[in-house]
């Protein structure tokens, strides 16, 4: 398999086989959400632990009485992002988010893709104004940390990163559970020096209605219960 040098696929074990399950048609809704939940977890630390850096940030007591140097990220939290993609991108943002050592703002994308041309349609987006009021008062975040499990075509990482970028965002990761080599090189290539992608598993490519084969089928239709709309 060829992937761009931005691009991570965990090779993790317990991930692999966490993935099989999760591509199993038996699996349920509420065993899809917990191995969703799980794969985030696994793919998010491997992604925070290249992106981030430990940094000194003051002093504490322990229980004991003992000073120590407390440490935090850098970039701190106060300039990170987390940026779900609607709707299945929620299903990992608790995962993200108990990574990270304080809470972050979530900053929301709705994208989804024109049946014909498989092309992503904005419906949403609630990235903030830069106000002097609000919390990311210096500009917009240095660090984006964008959820979505699929990376199929590679077209809504592609706008997401696109709408991130003209925002003012510094650098962008995206974490993901499955790919495919097509989609992989999109992202990675729509702003090469800018972005990271990491994966928990990379298929070989789409069907003719964009579904990535073997896939994982409809996952937010999996996640939300929604089969058969």
């Given at each position: 398999?060829?992937?761009?040098?931005?691009?991570?696929?965990?090779?993790?074990?317990?991930?692999?086989?966490?993935?099989?399950?999760?591509?199993?048609?038996?699996?349920?809704?509420?065993?899809?959400?917990?191995?969703?939940?799980?794969?985030?977890?696994?793919?998010?630390?491997?992604?925070?632990?290249?992106?981030?850096?430990?940094?000194?940030?003051?002093?504490?007591?322990?229980?004991l009485g003992?000073?120590?140097?407390?440490?935090?990220?850098?970039?701190?939290?106060?300039?990170?992002?987390?940026?779900?993609?609607?709707?299945?991108?929620?299903?990992?943002?608790?995962?993200?988010?108990?990574?990270?050592?304080?809470?972050?703002?979530?900053?929301?994308?709705?994208?989804?893709?024109?049946?014909?041309?498989?092309?992503?349609?904005?419906?949403?987006?609630?990235?903030?104004?830069?106000?002097?009021?609000?919390?990311?008062?210096?500009?917009?975040?240095?660090?984006?940390?964008?959820?979505?499990?699929?990376?199929?075509?590679?077209?809504?990482?592609?706008?997401?990163?696109?709408?991130?970028?003209?925002?003012?965002?510094?650098?962008?990761?995206?974490?993901?559970?499955?790919?495919?080599?097509?989609?992989l090189a999109?992202?990675?290539?729509?702003?090469?020096?800018?972005?990271?992608?990491?994966?928990?598993?990379?298929?070989?490519?789409?069907?003719?209605?964009?579904?990535?084969?073997?896939g994982l089928?409809?996952?937010?239709?999996?996640?939300?219960?929604?089969?058969?709309?």
């Open positions: 398999m060829s992937i761009p040098k931005n691009a991570h696929v965990s090779t993790h074990p317990c991930l692999q086989a966490k993935l099989s399950q999760l591509r199993s048609a038996s699996t349920g809704c509420r065993d899809v959400q917990t191995l969703v939940h799980e794969i985030a977890l696994m793919v998010g630390y491997e992604a925070l632990g290249s992106a981030l850096k430990a940094q000194e940030e003051g002093t504490d007591k322990s229980p003992y000073s120590y140097t407390t440490t935090t990220t850098s970039p701190t939290p106060s300039r990170i992002s987390l940026v779900p993609i609607l709707r299945s991108g929620l299903s990992m943002v608790p995962a993200l988010s108990s990574l990270l050592p304080a809470p972050v703002p979530i900053h929301h994308l709705g994208l989804f893709r024109e049946k014909t041309t498989l092309q992503p349609v904005e419906y949403y987006n609630n990235l903030p104004y830069h106000s002097p009021t609000s919390q990311h008062a210096g500009g917009p975040a240095d660090l984006a940390i964008v959820v979505d499990p699929i990376i199929a075509t590679g077209a809504t990482a592609c706008a997401a990163i696109d709408s991130l970028r003209e925002h003012g965002v510094k650098r962008i990761v995206v974490v993901g559970v499955l790919a495919t080599e097509e989609g999109a992202a990675c290539g729509e702003w090469e020096e800018g972005v990271e992608v990491w994966v928990g598993g990379c298929d070989k490519g789409v069907d003719e209605k964009g579904m990535i084969k073997p089928g409809d996952i937010g239709d999996r996640l939300f219960l929604t089969l058969g709309k």
